[in-house]
């Protein structure tokens, strides 16, 4: 019961922590909703998802768990005040990225995978920091 309320209590402090990025509300219902509204989220996991499906042997979790990784370390960039340069247009070409990696229909070995969907997660993370 005690750890339960204490989660409970982190949570409730920390929610503001949840607003989406700029231009897309600022409340915090509205940063819940963003990653399963916002366009750019929903094509990311998806081809997150795609391309780990991709991946040869049992190690197709490595690629999401990679993403999730990278996305809270953009965010905690974003968090401590680091200036990400030209932001949206460079989440739209990490998208775009994925998407050609997706298009180019041969399997990664996981490395290449997981560093690729790494680096595209740093900028979706920095954007919730910011």
Do not use: K
Not at 22 to 40: K, M
């Amino acid at each position: 019961m005690y750890r339960s309320m204490t989660a409970l209590t982190l949570l409730v402090l920390t929610a503001p922590v949840a607003m989406a990025h700029p231009g897309h509300g600022t409340s915090v219902a509205a940063g819940a909703l963003h990653p399963l509204t916002g366009p750019d989220h929903l094509l990311a996991m998806l081809a997150v998802g795609l391309i780990a499906t991709r991946t040869p042997n049992a190690a197709w979790w490595q690629v999401p768990a990679t993403f999730l990784v990278c996305l809270v370390a953009g965010l905690g960039i974003g968090l401590v005040g680091r200036p990400f340069a030209y932001l949206e247009p460079t989440i739209a070409a990490t998208v775009l990225a994925l998407g050609a990696l997706i298009a180019a229909a041969r399997p990664q070995p996981v490395w290449m995978a997981c560093l690729l969907v790494g680096m595209c997660a740093l900028p979706h993370g920095a954007a919730h920091g910011q």
